[in-house]
């Protein structure tokens, strides 16, 4: 089961955004992720190919565990060991994963070192409204504001 933040506890203004940077927003969190996205379930396996120190990443690893992003299970060639496998939490940061690799290509390395693919030509996505089927403009969304006492500007004050 994934830990909930209740959004009114939350210091400052109230979002998903910042609630789910503290479950996956650790330095080693979606690396790891990553790492088990694509079939690496052993610890070791995770270390080396993020290059995280051993204990930062056992830190990491339990907390998504506790969070229910992973979940630790035997694996399956060897059941004196268990691995760590994505729930249906961790499975949903697919998307997102996708997004922040394009984000990387475009502005933070010289040149990209992977390409997606998606069956025989380059994976390229757009975000559409899963209502209406329409493509998604960020000129189109807008915000309404769920918690009482809160606006775009931040707290409002009382009169």
């Given at each position: ?100 690799i394009g984000w990387g290509d475009r502005w933070a390395v010289t040149r990209p070192p992977v390409r997606l693919l998606h069956q025989d030509h380059e994976l390229v996505t757009r975000a559409v409204c899963g209502t209406c089927g329409e493509q998604v403009h960020a000129e189109d ?19």
């Amino acid at each position: 089961m994934t830990t909930r933040i209740d959004p009114q506890d939350m210091a400052g203004r109230p979002c998903s955004l910042s609630a789910a940077l503290q479950v996956v927003g650790d330095r080693w969190a979606l690396p790891a992720i990553r790492e088990v996205m694509l079939g690496n379930h052993r610890f070791r396996q995770i270390a080396r190919n993020t290059g995280a120190p051993t204990d930062r990443l056992a830190a990491r690893l339990k907390a998504l565990v506790e969070s229910g992003v992973l979940e630790r299970r035997p694996l399956p060639d060897d059941t004196r060991h268990s691995g760590y496998y994505l729930t249906e939490a961790g499975r949903d940061l697919a998307g997102i994963t996708r997004e922040l690799i394009g984000w990387g290509d475009r502005w933070a390395v010289t040149r990209p070192p992977v390409r997606l693919l998606h069956q025989d030509h380059e994976l390229v996505t757009r975000a559409v409204c899963g209502t209406c089927g329409e493509q998604v403009h960020a000129e189109d969304v807008h915000r309404e504001e769920m918690i009482p006492g809160w606006d775009r500007s931040g707290p409002v004050q009382a009169p």
